[in-house]
């Protein structure tokens, strides 16, 4: 039997491991589903997880590694934008495919990469969304806004501050803060002087909690805001008691009342990993299916033989696949989800709620 | 031996001392270690400085080769003035030492150390080393060499390619010696020569200082305690005391100084029997 | 949702604001201009402090071996993650705050000080005497070790990062201090447990090293062990003695660190101890109040600096915009850079000259 | 072994404080000395000569227990002390002043004192023996608070003499102590040797280069030459011995 | 390689003993065609386990042939095979052999140039990836989109003509070594740890600066660097078979070897020198270099540009490489790898520090990978923290702390370290209380003062010279 492998780049150690684990166990349950259809055809399939701690250059080492191994048909992956580019722009000389459930950078998509699509929303979709959710919903009229200076943390807040402004809410001030950092002092000196309405915090979830706790034990009690980093069970945890209150932010992971579908999903998730699905586990689940039904397409016009990775290059970019939890992905010329979803999440008292849904199309 | 003869002295006048110390000054804190001494050297001769523990003698030295900056006072090499040089500059004009405690390259072998200490005198630069031009090799080539007539010298051929760390006691003081002698020095300022030594090693250690100056050419200026060395092979010795100078002369004047006797020599028994003055 | 947005800020938010709602204000008062920099010196105090503390534990290990025990961040941390367990232990009892921080404080001491112990008898020992690089590449290799060790006892549990939940009261705000009003200092409870522990140690072990025996034998060990040895001093009994203290410190630091920050996980020692290093470098390495002083300066440097763009609204100031809190730590070393090209030894080194 | 010419037969000091029993120690694979055997009795002076690398410092070195001996072994005071490592030694009377001064540099002169009374905990005994070593060297009362590292050679040799009487030893091992001495000095040395010994009753192995002066004040003997005793005795009978004063004292 | 060129004993010189020809032939050719024809065998499943045995295996032949006595032409013969034959086809069969070799060389020119500065003179840095990066930035900002973007010209929409890439390399290393001499004029005054710590401090001041900048792109990194188009060496690549994506990599691996050679020739001819003799000199006693007449401060600053210059070079091709640079991949956990390199290998030996480098890329680059890689496809499931690619820091920590444990002096020390270690009349610690005389550090070597600074060193000095020492 040819030996077919997929594999997934995303953080599955440090800080965002949590999320991280979740696209690869997500993609675990895919390939193990897919197994049998595979066997059919003659193809042993398996799935090669990589750790990209999600830092650029150990993502794009390890896209150098999957690039080595010829058995590697694609990738789902990654967690970070800032993985993103560098690992697509490796694998792409070597035409090898990659689906990303979570990477919303709009310059991973921009570049127009033949091989780089993503099944989630784009930052310039996401960033309004959450800008207009504090001007109509929360009422704000003083943001401060702040970045983790990752290319996911700033392309997000710059788009959330594009349409603030463009909305008359005032910008007391943008700064960036390093991802690793975890005191906040003078940041917090600087939100009480300057007492905005609101803060938005374009950044993951790891370094988030740790701030609101802060934030909120200085008596900081504004609503704090954000994006699709922050969609994690750990938020609440790291925020703490006293923190985990009056948080917002947009996702573009399903939260799981969202998908009815996911039941079952989420069941066998549970049993295989010992761990509840999140949104991002769904997403990771969607992208490997993906692309293993574009495999399984490539083949098919193969002769039912394993595909190049060529082949399964564009079988992915000119597919459509339905039978997703999240609905049908088809792919614009970029690699872009033509239609998807975007959520809204409040947090109250530690609790997390759904508090709104936004539809994106794209043309 | 003669083909060691390297001293570049131009010749001076014979009236102008080759080395030229006035009014040098040095304090630490409150304490003057050296306290407006004014000392001359002539060309080629043997001279001691002694003078009690603590009297300023090293202090003298360092201020002589730029490791100290004096207080006050000027320190002249051939009427070249040296105050403000860093030690390796003064190497370069001409003085080259020794330390009271040894401090040769251990991981280096005695050849290397003798070859660094010609370093000094070579012109090649960095460049040269990279692209082994000619200069380069003329460097080497005369590095080493530099380092086999000096090994010969003080008597240490047999241990060339030996590590310096491993060559006994007494060897190690006269590896020093012929390290600073490969800087074709006017002049070597000798810190303790002798001690460790016993009086056979003393008198080889004597032998081999006269011959720096008969056979090199090169004035000598020695710090020592032991005063059948002294004694004998000095031309000229001077005394310091508390940082001043006590006394300064002959060594038989020095030795019947009662002044000299009381503050350092004392009853002459531990430096027994000074044996006779050189020439 | 509190009704109007002022009810929003805690009792730090400065008095006079510098912003009116929808537009900007261009100058700032004075009263703001003051209470920002009595929240950037207490702020940059309760900073200092910790890399203080934890400085005192390289200093000590620096003192003894002349080795920068790249472990201590490590060491350091393995404090803050016991005493995250010990809080975590102690969340439901109805212990009195003080005595769960102290039991908390001694666990990390104790784990820490033996921790740094018996890294000394398995890695240091066997190769004192070998030449500086080795045992700096061997603490090194030891703080790798360490960093995925504890990772693994955190992952464990199924985290990476670590919340920390503080006894009743700790976090609580200062506001009043008889009868004055301290509010806008935005000070909590716990940094004044800091700032004091922090002081205590520092009268404790500046006794301890200049005004014992055993200080001066640590001294004499530090400098020449084998003619420690000819005094009477058991060299080995020093030096472990040595780490215990130092190790101690470090689990203090890990103590505090977890109390004040209330989040850690395994690498966030590193950071915290590259700079507590340099702090013990600024005040002149091996030297007690040195530490101490380097410590506070980093603090306060670090703080001031991340606050230092509010004052881009003064007149003249505008430059100041790009001075963001990115820089901080830039500021940190290169005033560690300015203070040692002024003065080689530290801020309270003594530049000692070498007799030849 | 080769065999030991004895010059005069023994003193018959007190009971042997240290004795040596086939002594073997080695540098690596250098063997420094290659069958020691000597006696030290209570109340002398012995002096220990012999030409530079003879062992006369490994000597001291083994017997203070700073390295050990690969056979044989050392007894003190009737025990068998083989391996004891040194600062096991101090807190029972034996001190050392070793080769080279070895004074902690960055200590003043008083601070290095009281690490010499490390073993003595009697806190008025320390004040006392810290005071009496300013009498024997006025120098070091000047110099009380200057770091020890910037003390002139002289000075330093001093304190290190200083320092290892501060436990008022029974037994002093001396490594040249005259060494960078001024000729005035080293009179002064070698007088405060002999007060010690007559007036306290300590025990002293001297080893000098000034064999000379060595042998004036010593009761007994050895002379090493590389790792092995060549000649032991009486030590006047040795000053007289014509090899010595040829090798050792200089004589032409 | 000889250090001491002329010196007799008693240093062993290399290639001493039987000669060895035949068994370097055997042991060449038997583990190139292990290589060679069981690729395919451990291409996968547990196997691949067997990669780095093999490759590493392999990789030593170019060690023996280096270091065993046998006949020119078998080493020569040796080399040629390996570098020209073996490496490449391995690379044209699997592209990360060649990636894996690359970046062997590119660290082996940064150990190579820290081991100037550390090795030679003594003086630790702990901040030397600052120079990789400036010259990988160098190259980076100007070979790549960015440079369209800072200026906003639509022609530089690539970054400017690949072909100044070849400028790039000269430009890099006159950059780094400025840099250097900047960094070390106010630095190198200090001593010891002090120095390491602003060392450190400013090879983090670097990274900081890079990410804030807008021209570095902040901590997002530069992207898609080119690399020098070589027409004429991609058709030879292509009709020896290479694949179009591998082009980039045959023509970087011969670049580097090119560079790594120059690199060794010039490490080399200064070791030799009266420049090398200054280095060691002012690393063992700058009192005595001084007064002997070497000047402490240019020669530092020599061996600081000369060691930073290697750096910049290698820097422009890491770039090329890896056609993605950000500030992370120059934190000073990277000089710390150099400098493991460097004293793993051995200290002050050219083909220690290769070897050094070689191992320590090899441990992190391929054996942690495989492992990691094996086992997730025996145990999918696996819980993640037992994964092995997540212990990479603690078994390098491990490797670190037993290598010094057990071999301080490094795998291929150089002779003047192990004659300073174990001295030939160094203490056997047999002959010692190991606690006391091996302590002291007045034996077996003067560098291995451990005690040797002071307690507050600005001023560093040894204690035996203070003392007055014996030995
Ligand atoms: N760096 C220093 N700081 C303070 N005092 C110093 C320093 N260097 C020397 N001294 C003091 O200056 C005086 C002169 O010292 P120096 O070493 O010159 O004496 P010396 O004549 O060489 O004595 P010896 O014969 O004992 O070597 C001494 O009292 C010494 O303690
Ligand atoms: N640290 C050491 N390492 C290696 N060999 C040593 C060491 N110290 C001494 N030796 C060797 O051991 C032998 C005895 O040396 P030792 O120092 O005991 O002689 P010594 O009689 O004290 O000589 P000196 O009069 O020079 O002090 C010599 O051959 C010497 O080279
Ligand atoms: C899930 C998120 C943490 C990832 C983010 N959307 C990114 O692109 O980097
Ligand atoms: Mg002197
Ligand atoms: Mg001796």
């Not at chain 1, 897919?34 to 794009?60: H, W």
Request: glycine share 10%.
């Amino acid at each position: 039997a040819t030996t077919v492998k997929i594999a997934t780049i995303s953080p599955l150690s440090g800080s965002s491991s949590n999320l991280g684990l979740q696209i690869k166990n997500g993609a675990q349950l895919a390939v193990n589903e897919y197994k049998a259809e595979f066997a059919k055809l003659g193809m042993n399939l398996s799935l090669v997880a990589y750790d990209d701690q999600a830092d650029p250059a150990t993502g794009t080492a390890a896209a150098r590694r999957v690039v080595a191994d010829k058995n590697v048909l694609a990738v789902v992956g990654t967690l970070n934008t800032g993985v993103a580019i560098p690992a697509s722009q490796a694998l792409s000389t070597s035409k090898v495919a990659m689906v990303s459930p979570a990477n919303t950078g709009t310059k991973v998509t921009d570049r127009g990469l033949k091989n780089m699509n993503r099944i989630c929303a784009r930052d310039d979709a996401q960033g309004p969304a959450g800008a207009d959710f504090m001007v109509s919903t929360l009422k704000v009229k003083k943001v401060y806004v702040i970045n983790d200076k990752t290319p996911y943390g700033e392309g997000l807040s710059g788009e959330a501050e594009k349409r603030l402004k463009a909305k008359g809410v005032q910008i007391v001030q943008s700064e960036g803060v390093a991802a690793e950092e975890r005191d906040f002092t003078a940041i917090i000196t600087k939100i009480q002087t300057l007492k905005p309405d609101a803060i938005y915090f374009g950044g993951l979830y790891g370094q988030i909690g740790p701030f609101a706790q802060q934030l909120r034990a200085k008596g900081v009690q504004v609503p704090l805001i954000g994006g699709d980093g922050m969609d994690s069970d750990e938020l609440a945890k790291l925020a703490g008691a006293q923190g985990a209150n009056n948080i917002y932010f947009t996702t573009v992971a399903p939260p799981l009342d969202s998908v009815p579908a996911a039941k079952t999903m989420a069941g066998n998730f549970k049993k295989a990993f010992g761990s509840d699905v999140q949104g991002y586990g769904i997403m990771g689940y969607d992208s490997a299916k993906v692309v293993l039904q574009g495999i399984l397409d490539a083949a098919k016009k193969n002769g039912n033989k394993a595909p190049s990775r060529a082949q399964v290059e564009t079988a992915i970019r000119s597919g459509t696949f339905g039978n997703l939890l999240t609905g049908t992905v088809q792919f614009d010329k970029n690699g872009d989800r033509k239609a998807g979803k975007m959520y809204v999440i409040a947090i109250k008292n530690a609790q997390r709620s759904t508090a709104g849904q936004v539809n994106v199309l794209r043309k | 031996m003669t083909q060691i003869r390297m001293t570049q002295v131009a010749p001076t006048a014979p009236s102008a001392p080759l080395l030229d110390v006035q009014h040098l000054t040095k304090s630490f804190g409150g304490l003057t270690a050296v306290n407006d001494v004014t000392f001359q050297v002539p060309e080629r001769r043997i001279i001691s400085v002694i003078g009690p523990n603590g009297a300023g003698k090293t202090t003298f030295f360092n201020l002589i080769t730029g490791i100290y900056a004096p207080d006050r006072g000027t320190v002249n090499l051939a009427g070249r003035s040296l105050v403000g040089l860093r030690p390796d500059q003064v190497v370069e004009a001409g003085i080259s030492r020794t330390f009271q405690n040894i401090r040769l390259f251990p991981s280096m072998t005695a050849e290397e150390n003798i070859m660094l200490g010609r370093g000094v005198r070579l012109r090649g630069g960095f460049w040269d080393s990279v692209l082994h031009t000619a200069r380069f090799q003329k460097d080497e080539e005369e590095a080493r060499n530099t380092a086999r007539l000096m090994l010969d010298f003080v008597g240490l051929s047999k241990w060339r390619g030996e590590l310096s760390t491993n060559l006994p006691y007494g060897d190690q003081r006269k590896l020093e010696i012929a390290r600073a002698l490969a800087t074709t020095p006017k002049l070597i300022l000798l810190d303790e020569p002798a001690a460790g030594m016993n009086p056979r090693e003393t008198e080889d250690l004597k032998a081999l200082i006269r011959a720096i100056r008969d056979e090199l050419g090169v004035t000598v200026v020695l710090i020592e305690h032991d005063m059948r060395l002294v004694m004998t092979l000095s031309e000229n010795i001077t005394v310091l005391n508390y940082g001043s100078k006590l006394a300064e002369g002959l060594p038989h004047e020095i030795r019947n100084n009662p002044e000299v006797m009381t503050a350092y020599l004392g009853s002459g028994a531990a430096a027994g029997n000074y044996g006779k003055e050189a020439r | 949702m509190p009704s109007s947005p002022a009810d929003f800020f805690g009792p730090g938010s400065a008095p006079g604001a510098a912003y009116a709602a929808g537009e900007r204000k261009e100058t700032m008062d004075i009263n703001t201009v003051l209470t920002i920099l009595a929240q950037v010196f207490v702020g940059g105090l309760s900073l200092g402090v910790l890399y203080a503390i934890i400085a005192l534990g390289y200093t000590m290990v620096y003192g003894v071996l002349q080795l920068i025990n790249f472990a201590h961040s490590e060491v350091f941390i393995t404090g803050g993650v016991v005493a995250y367990f010990v809080f975590e232990a102690l969340k439901e009892s109805p212990m009195n705050g003080l005595l769960k921080l102290l039991i908390a404080a001694l666990a990390a001491m104790a784990v820490s000080g033996g921790l740094n112990v018996l890294i000394e008898r398995l890695a240091y020992r066997p190769i004192r005497g070998a030449q500086r690089l080795v045992p700096l590449i061997t603490a090194i290799g030891v703080s790798l070790i360490l960093q995925d060790l504890l990772r693994l006892i955190v992952g464990l549990r199924g985290l990476f990062d670590l919340s920390v939940t503080l006894p009743q009261g700790f976090a609580d705000p200062i506001t009043k201090v008889g009868g004055v009003n301290i509010s806008v200092l935005n000070l909590q409870v716990k940094d004044i447990i800091l700032i004091v522990v922090a002081g205590l140690m520092l009268i404790g072990l500046n006794l301890l090293v200049n005004h014992t025996r055993l200080g001066r034998a640590i001294r004499a060990v530090a400098h020449d062990r084998q003619t420690s040895g000819l005094m009477g001093i058991d060299s080995n009994r020093i030096i472990s003695l040595t780490f215990l203290i130092g190790g101690a410190l470090g689990g203090l630091g890990g103590a505090m660190f977890a109390m004040k920050y209330q989040a850690l996980n395994a690498y966030s020692g590193m950071v915290p101890g590259i700079k507590a290093f340099t702090a013990a470098v600024l005040g002149g390495i091996g030297n007690i109040p040195g530490a101490v002083l380097g410590g506070l300066v980093l603090g306060w440097l670090e703080t001031l600096l991340g606050t230092i763009d509010l004052f881009q609204v003064v007149p003249g100031l505008g430059w100041l915009k790009y001075i963001t809190s990115d820089y901080k730590d830039l500021g940190a070393f290169l005033a560690l850079l300015l203070i040692l090209f002024f003065k080689p030894a530290g801020l309270l080194g003594k530049a000692t000259t070498e007799k030849v | 072994m080769t065999a030991v010419r004895t010059v005069a037969p023994h003193t018959a000091g007190g009971t042997p404080v240290l004795e040596l029993q086939n002594v073997h120690s080695y540098y690596g694979q250098i063997e420094a000395l290659k069958g020691l055997n000597m006696t030290v009795n209570e109340g002398e002076i012995v002096a220990l000569i012999g030409g530079n690398g003879a062992g006369k410092t490994t000597t001291l070195r083994t017997i203070s227990g700073m390295m050990k001996p690969k056979t044989g072994s050392v007894t003190y005071l009737g025990q068998n002390v083989t391996g004891v490592p040194s600062h096991q030694l101090i807190g029972r009377g034996m001190a050392h002043v070793p080769e080279g001064r070895r004074i902690f540099p960055q200590m003043t002169v008083r601070e290095n004192l009281e690490v010499g009374a490390y073993t003595v905990n009697d806190k008025a005994a320390i004040n006392a023996r810290i005071e009496e070593g300013f009498e024997l060297f006025p120098r070091l009362r000047e110099r009380e608070s200057q770091l020890g590292g910037t003390m002139s050679g002289g000075e330093q040799q001093m304190l290190a003499i200083a320092r290892a009487l501060m436990i008022a030893p029974k037994v002093l091992l001396l490594d040249e102590p005259s060494m960078g001495l001024s000729p005035l000095f080293v009179e002064n040395i070698f007088s405060i040797i002999e007060r010690l010994n007559k007036e306290r009753g300590t025990t002293i192995l001297l080893v000098e280069q000034n064999a000379s002066m060595a042998l004036a004040i010593a009761d007994r003997a050895y002379v090493l030459q590389t790792g092995e005793i060549k000649l032991s005795g009486n030590a006047q009978d040795i000053a007289r011995d014509e090899t010595v004063r040829k090798a050792y004292l200089g004589d032409e | 390689m000889t250090i001491l060129p002329t010196s007799p004993a008693p240093f062993k010189t290399r290639g001493q003993g039987a000669d060895r020809t035949w068994p370097l032939l055997a042991y060449s050719a038997l583990t190139a065609a292990l290589l060679v024809f069981l690729r395919d065998v451990v291409a996968d499943g547990p196997l691949r386990l067997l990669q780095p045995v093999l490759f590493g295996a392999f990789l030593l032949s170019l060690l023996f042939a280096y270091q065993w006595k046998a006949a020119g032409w078998a080493k020569t013969l040796v080399y040629a095979l390996g570098i020209v034959f073996v490496l490449p086809y391995m690379g044209q069969h699997n592209t990360s052999y060649f990636d894996l070799v690359i970046q062997m060389l590119i660290f082996a020119a940064l150990a190579l140039g820290l081991n100037i500065v550390v090795g030679l003179a003594g003086l630790l840095d702990l901040g030397y990836i600052a120079f990789f990066a400036v010259g990988a930035y160098l190259w980076g900002i100007f070979g790549s989109p960015q440079f369209g973007e800072i200026t906003g010209n639509a022609a530089f929409a690539a970054g400017v003509n690949p072909a100044l890439f070849w400028l790039f390399i000269p430009l890099a290393v006159a950059a780094a070594a400025l840099v250097g001499v900047l960094i070390g004029l106010p630095v190198l005054k200090l001593k010891g740890d002090y120095l390491a710590i602003v060392t450190l401090g400013l090879g983090e001041v670097i990274r900081i600066f890079a990410n804030n900048l807008g021209v570095t792109n902040g901590p997002q990194g530069i992207d898609a660097i080119q690399s020098a188009p070589v027409p004429w060496l991609d058709n030879i690549a292509k009709s020896l078979g290479f694949s179009e994506d591998q082009y980039r990599l045959f023509f970087l691996y011969l670049l580097v070897l090119v560079v790594i050679g120059i690199v060794v020739v010039v490490n080399q001819r200064l070791d030799r020198s009266k420049i090398g003799r200054s280095w060691i000199a002012i690393r063992e006693d700058e009192v005595a270099a001084q007064a002997m007449g070497v000047p402490l401060l240019r020669t530092k600053l020599l061996a600081f540009a000369t060691g930073a210059s290697f750096a910049g070079a290698m820097g422009v091709i890491f770039a090329a490489k890896q056609a993605f640079i950000d500030p992370k991949s120059f934190d000073y956990f990277q000089s710390i790898g150099v400098l493991s390199m460097v004293i793993l290998g051995g200290m002050g030996n050219i083909a220690g520090v290769m070897v050094g480098a070689v191992v320590v890329t090899l441990l992190n680059l391929m054996v942690l990978p495989t492992i990691s890689e094996v086992m997730q496809a025996q145990f999918p499931n696996i819980n993640q923290n037992l994964d092995p690619s997540k212990y990479q820091r603690l078994i390098f920590g491990l490797v670190l702390v037993f290598m010094m444990l057990y071999r301080p002096e490094g795998l291929v020390p150089s002779e003047r370290r192990k004659a300073e270690m174990h001295g030939g009349d160094g203490p056997a610690p047999d002959s010692l209380t190991a606690d006391n005389l091996n302590e002291g550090g007045n034996i077996g070597g003067h560098l291995s003062d451990g005690s040797a600074e002071t307690l507050s060193p600005g001023q560093a000095t040894r204690d035996d010279e203070r003392t007055g020492s014996e030995k």
